[in-house]
């Protein structure tokens, strides 16, 4: 199976790189460089194209590649679309194919860009301005960490870390306008979320208090219920929320603490609307960034930003954890997908 690693290239890192997984063996086999390109902080893969953050000099926006070779995962490049200002922390192609947007963590902007019917990013049309800040060090204004499309497909929802809210927008002639605003609980820092899969109901991650919020979920609107702590009851130090990703099975959730270093294992119920903690796992590195499970739901692959491994989980049966030997070295890992 192949893979690809977007990273920071503040250090060692040089962007994009491609690794395959040998799933008979439960091993990693290869990791190679893709494509250099600066701060490729997250992808995403649709078809046979990758877009990817992508930080200029002065500049930022986004990058087009080709999936070249869907043996090897080679990529080509095709363009990218650079403008003035921040880059992105997080990017979507919408389901229509026809915009891409992206969020910047350092200014709060939800940012609209048109996509050309061969697939490539050609144009920023708009820029959004999410408002607010928080009690937190970190919350002296707005910090749009995330965007995701509603199942419904009405609708955009940011996250936004500074501001402790949710943002929901409707692209409307190529113009984002705002539709509703969820506030959660001040100085949490919502980060990212995922739904359930009847589209009804969301978990949100949060970065400043590594709590998983469930929240009901229609036309627009988020009414958040449950909190759900991804952290031992005795543990006091200091630990950042990251990624959460659901099981393609549906039953179990997986959310990742920077600091405490470990994967949260959550079993969902019938429903999709309720969780119970089964298990917090060491993730054997440093910084857990990002990590995602195979299509075939039988691994989970972390990306440590700052000890630069890869390391492998096979997933049981019953949603929990066990690492395996094999690990991989690349440099400032921030994101993890599959062709
Ligand atoms: O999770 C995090 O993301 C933000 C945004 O990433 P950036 O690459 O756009 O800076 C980052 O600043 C923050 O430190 C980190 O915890």
Not at 100 to 127: A, H, I, K, Q, W
Not at 137 to 165: C, I, N, S
Not at 256 to 276: T, Y
Request: glycine residues 10%.
């Amino acid at each position: 199976m192949i893979g690809y690693i977007g990273t920071y290239t503040k250090e060692n890192g040089k962007g994009i790189y491609r690794y395959e997984l040998d799933t008979e063996k439960g091993e990693f086999k290869s990791v190679e460089t893709a494509a250099e390109t600066p701060n490729a902080t997250y992808l995403d893969i649709q078809n046979d194209r990758i877009y990817a953050i992508k930080k200029g000099k002065t500049k930022g926006g986004i990058a087009t590649y080709e999936i070249a070779d869907f043996e090897t995962g080679e990529l080509r490049f095709i363009d990218d679309c650079l403008e003035e200002g921040g880059s992105g922390c997080h990017l979507m192609l919408t389901s229509d194919q026809n915009y891409l947007v992206d969020t910047v963590y350092g200014s709060g902007e939800v940012r609209l860009y048109e996509v050309d019917d061969r697939g490539v990013v050609t144009d920023r049309l708009d820029v959004f301005q999410i408002e607010g800040d928080g009690p937190h060090e970190r919350q002296d204004g707005p910090h749009a960490h995330f965007v995701t499309e509603t199942p419904d497909r009405q609708y955009l929802t940011a996250v936004d870390l500074g501001a402790d809210k949710l943002v929901t927008l409707k692209i409307e002639e190529g113009r984002l306008e705002k539709v509703a605003e969820c506030k959660v609980a001040p100085g949490s820092g919502p980060r990212h979320l995922v739904f359930n899969e009847t589209g009804d109901f969301a978990f949100i991650f949060t970065e400043l208090s590594n709590e998983v919020i469930g929240a009901a979920y229609a036309d627009g609107v988020f009414t958040p219920e449950e909190v759900y702590s991804a952290l031992p009851e005795d543990f006091d130090d200091h630990s950042q929320g990251a990624a959460i990703r659901k099981h393609p099975n549906r039953k179990f959730l997986y959310v990742s603490n920077r600091g405490h270093n470990s994967i949260a294992v959550f079993k969902v119920d019938e429903e999709g609307k309720k969780l119970e903690r089964i298990q917090i796992e060491p993730t054997n590195g440093d910084w857990p960034r990002d990590f995602n499970i195979t299509p075939d739901g039988a691994y989970l692959i972390c990306a440590h930003e700052r000890s630069h491994n890869l390391v492998l989980f096979d997933i049981n049966e019953d949603g929990t954890l066990t690492r395996r030997e094999s690990e991989a070295e690349v440099p400032e890992g921030v994101f993890v997908g599959f062709l």
